[in-house]
């Protein structure tokens, strides 16, 4: 079975502004891969990109997914896609991607035949982040805030270096508190029943207690030479902490940048990774029929 071509449309959320022009609201651009049998409730999985990336990065995970049966949806998150303008919000206030992904859930129920007891989250980089988020992880608000007002070095970002330097010249050290307040709280949405990470990042940014209570099942795959991600510091600190989680390295040889769709995958990682998500979430909601 073949994979369904991607229908794209730019969905809105009245209830965040577009930050570049307040006067309008956050636009979730989508690519979605409709079941099969459109008729048949499916189970659904939502993917989210890497910083500074855009949806299509992961096309090689959807079609995988969508050709064994399941609804696929992906989004460019606002304001740190490659498809649009970058902005440091979109850089820096990293929980309104889980938000993006809740929306695009309401769309998918309210649009097709959803199978609500399988619907399971899939992100690579800031996308893996992304999926623990949905599933519960925090933000460490202390650590935010010290990244935020300079005091701690922020995760490397080669799509936006300087990016606090701008953050910090747009926002005063009283309006990023109270910012950093509001996204250090849960954006867990039940609905969510698992999660898949590739190369995850800003381990070192989340409150441990959040990860520790994570009950979904939740996979963690990595490369051994990432120097964007380096798993110490991020891979396996999802793994170590959330209890249900389970995961590998995909070799000593693959790189962050390997599991973007655009990029040589010298190594087969994508994949490799492609049916360990498969075989995941198969196990997880029993295959599609």
């Known amino acids: 079975m073949a994979p369904q071509p991607p229908a794209v449309a730019t969905l809105y959320d ?8 307040p006067s309008r609201v956050r636009p979730i651009v989508t690519r979605i891969w409709a ?4 008729d048949v409730p499916a189970p659904a999985i939502l993917l989210s990109h890497g910083t500074g990336g855009a949806a299509e990065d992961l096309d090689w995970l959807a079609e995988q997914l969508n050709t064994a049966g399941y609804l696929v949806a992906a989004v460019d998150h606002h304001g740190n896609n490659a498809n649009d303008e970058y902005l440091v919000e979109g850089f820096a206030f990293v929980w309104e991607r889980p938000r993006d992904l809740s929306f695009l859930l309401d769309h998918l129920i309210e649009s097709y035949e959803v199978d609500s007891t399988r619907i399971g989250g899939a992100g690579f980089s800031l996308g893996g982040y992304t999926v623990a988020a949905i599933l519960g992880a925090r933000i460490d608000r202390a650590v935010t805030q010290a990244v935020f007002h300079g005091a701690l070095q922020a995760p490397e970002v080669p799509e ?7 953050l910090r ?4 050290d009283e309006q990023l508190a109270a910012i950093v307040r509001d996204g250090a709280q849960s954006f867990a949405d039940p609905r969510i029943r698992a999660g898949f990470a590739i190369a995850p990042a800003i381990g070192r940014m989340l409150e441990i207690g959040s990860l520790e209570s994570i009950t979904a099942p939740f996979r963690v795959r990595w490369g051994g030479a990432d120097d964007i991600a380096p798993p110490e510091d991020n891979a396996l600190v999802y793994l170590d902490a959330i209890p249900t989680a389970t995961g590998e390295s995909v070799g000593p ?5 390997d599991f973007r769709a655009e990029n040589d995958d010298p190594h087969g990682a994508r994949l490799r990774v492609a049916a360990d998500a498969l075989g995941f979430f198969d196990s997880v909601f029993d295959a599609p029929t």
Do not use: K, L, N, Q
């Not at 009245?14 to 022009?21: D, L, V």
């Not at 936006?160 to 701008?166: E, L, Q, T």
């Open 35 to 38: 079941p099969p049998e459109p």
């Open 160 to 166: 936006f270096p300087g990016f606090i330097d701008v």
């Open 14 to 21: 009245a209830s965040r502004p577009h930050w570049s022009t």
């Open 253 to 257: 040889d693959v790189g962050h940048y």
């Open 169 to 172: 010249a747009s926002y005063s």
